[in-house]
């Protein structure tokens, strides 16, 4: 009946399947389902910023295009010409060198500007990959600390490894496919209705019946990827536990049941892919069964109009060409579409994460030309996000006076490594103010303030570089004296000297090519180059280097030093202590006047 209906009855039938699409498409009236956090995110807001990611690299996409456009024309000329020629080779006029010729050139053209549309699409995807990579990084880095507690390692990491990429492909890829199928699909569709109407009609059924039948397999696949997501990073956060766990499960000898936990994670994900797979051949089938009854159909009709001299030999070819080249392009513009939407998508929670604000104040103004290292605790209260009911500090009030060394002392839990963390700023405490020089932290222009009160940890960080790279970290150049004055003052001259490499020795990665004593007189020097106002050191002394801090105090090095320490040399070369427990301060004097009182820092000692 299709193959023998007329081309107003095919028409109409195109027009009521494409108003079944639309109706289909359609937003759901208010009073659906409604929307849960747990669902994929709307394409158009992401697929919006999507876009906006190539607005920077224009001019290559701008190239792309031109290529784009160049490559449909001379695809949609070959057949043309094909069709030409052989209705020449039949009427007996026989070939030509224009005809050749013509043939040669459409396909040249195609070939030339296809690998280079290929080509610049690929570098524009590499740029954008590289400039939202770098947005995304320079943004969480600077987030605050409850952040990073927050959120898992593996999720940032994977932001970098996967969804970057993908955000990346759905704009470069998503463009060459789409322009280019739609273009052809269009172009094409106009050829063939031009050749044969009626033939054109009922091939072209075939694309609705293609656009319902992915509309339907689309559906499915994404509820299984959601699954699947969630199955491989339940997987991924397993290994990483069982990994970081190591020790822990050697020592209760529980290998098999990690092997078991691992074995039971992979299960799922592969019952998860079996089942995706299942439903992508079943739709493949059911697709190409109705691509082949569109085929037999259109040959029917064709052999009619062919018998009946509507057509000639050589539209015939033409026309058969372009419906394998309409289903073709139909086919990459539906998976193209899925593509670019889920790419986009995909973006959802990187958009979140450079829309995200650091909590509390990220920092003043101002930038004085020098600190005296004043530092007054007035009354500062703190409690960790995680634990609300237990606050770690609790109206504590003590003073760091200019130009000497003030321990802080307590037992493990006394607060001692969180008012740390508020003097440099790590965090902002929940009440009360912490000033330097009478003016409170907020004030100080982010960047000076980490310049001027400098923290030097027991098990410090190196970043994978050389020696010379990770002492002047954060810095943009220095002299060389300076830089042996304070490998000198924290005693490191010696043990650089002494490497073949000198100071362009790789210390490897987080430092580990380097001895734990070494890596802490590496960031003792780092932090004694930057002449900081406040220096901070969280259990960075030995005993053999008790007067070091009163020695940089003297020499300038360091204006005033806090020392966080449980040795007892350490603290008895202090000029100060501030005893803490549980969050209070129980003490302050000079070393002796405590040793006198007999109280909380002699229970300690």
């Known amino acids: ?76 000329l070959g057949p043309y010409v094909t069709g030409k020629v052989l209705d020449a080779i039949r009427s007996g006029d026989g070939l030509t060198a224009g005809a050749v010729g013509m043939v040669a050139a459409a396909g040249a053209a ?49 932001q970098f490894s996967m969804e970057v990429p993908r955000v990346s492909r759905a704009t470069p890829k998503g463009a060459n496919l789409l322009f280019r199928s739609l273009g052809m699909v269009l172009v094409v569709g106009m050829f063939m209705v031009g050749l044969a109407p009626g033939l054109a009609l009922l091939a072209l059924l075939d694309v609705p019946l293609n656009i319902a039948t992915h509309r339907i397999q689309s559906a499915r696949k994404q509820a299984l990827q959601r699954s699947m997501l969630e199955a491989s990073a339940r997987t991924a956060s397993g290994v990483q536990e069982s990994v970081a766990a190591v020790e822990t499960i050697r020592i209760f000898s529980a290998e098999e049941e990690e092997e078991e936990r691992h074995s039971w994670n992979l299960a799922k994900e592969l019952r998860l892919k079996e089942q995706m797979e299942l439903e992508l051949a079943l739709f493949t089938l059911v697709w190409r069964v109705l691509q082949l009854a569109i085929r037999v159909l259109v040959l029917f009709r064709s052999h009619q109009q062919l018998r009946d001299g509507y057509i000639t030999p050589g539209v015939l070819v033409t026309f058969l060409l372009y ?21 986009a998508a995909a973006g959802q929670k990187i958009w979140e994460y450079l829309d995200r604000k650091p909590t509390g104040d990220v920092g003043g103004t101002r930038g004085p030309p020098e600190l005296q290292g004043h530092v007054t605790f007035q009354k500062v209260s703190f409690t960790y996000p995680v634990n609300p009911e237990h606050p770690v500090l609790k109206d504590v009030t003590f003073e760091v006076r200019s130009g000497e060394v003030t321990a802080l002392v307590g037992p493990n839990g006394s607060g001692k490594s969180t008012a740390v963390a508020l003097l440099e700023r790590l965090r902002d405490p929940g009440s009360g103010r912490v000033l330097l020089d009478g003016i409170p932290l907020p004030e100080y222009e982010y960047q000076y303030l980490h310049r001027k009160v400098v923290l030097v940890e027991q098990d410090p960080v190196l970043f994978s570089g050389t020696i010379r790279e990770n002492v002047m970290l954060g810095l943009e150049h220095c002299k060389e004296s300076d830089l042996r004055e304070a ?15 000198g100071w362009d020795t790789e210390v490897g990665e987080h ?21 900081p106002a406040v220096l901070i050191l969280d259990e960075a002394l030995d005993d053999g280097d008790e007067g070091a801090a009163q020695r940089w105090v003297r020499t300038g090095l360091a204006r005033t030093v806090v020392v966080v320490s449980h040795r007892p040399r350490v603290l008895d070369a202090a000029d100060r202590l501030v005893v803490l427990e549980r969050g209070v301060v129980v003490e302050t004097g000079t070393p002796a006047e405590l040793r006198e009182r007999c109280g909380a820092y002699s229970r300690l000692l």
């Open 511 to 531: 430092g580990g090519q380097l001895a734990a004593g070494e890596r802490r007189r590496v960031a003792l020097a780092r932090a004694l180059l930057r002449r």
């Open 110 to 158: 195609s070939v030339l500007f296809s690998g280079s549309r290929g080509g610049l699409f690929l570098l524009f995807q590499a740029r954008v990959q590289q400039s939202l990579s770098l947005r995304l990084f320079s943004h969480l880095v600077r987030q605050d600390l409850d952040f990073f507690q927050k959120t898992p390692p593996a999720e940032l990491l994977a």
């Open 323 to 343: 419906q394998n080249t309409v289903g073709s392009h139909v086919q990459v513009l539906l998976y193209g579409f899925s593509e670019f939407l889920n790419n």
């Open 1 to 76: 009946l299709l193959a023998a209906a007329a081309p107003a009855w095919l028409g109409v039938t195109h027009a009521a399947a494409a108003l079944a699409l639309l109706a289909w498409a359609a937003p759901r009236a208010p009073g659906g389902v409604p929307e849960t956090p747990g669902n994929v995110p709307k394409a158009p807001g992401t697929l919006w910023r999507a876009l906006q990611l190539t607005w920077e690299e224009r001019n290559v996409l701008g190239a792309a295009f031109l290529c784009l456009t160049l490559a449909a024309i001379g695809e949609t």
């Open 487 to 501: 490998a000198t003052a924290a005693g490191a001259m010696d043990f650089i000297q002494g490497l073949e490499q």
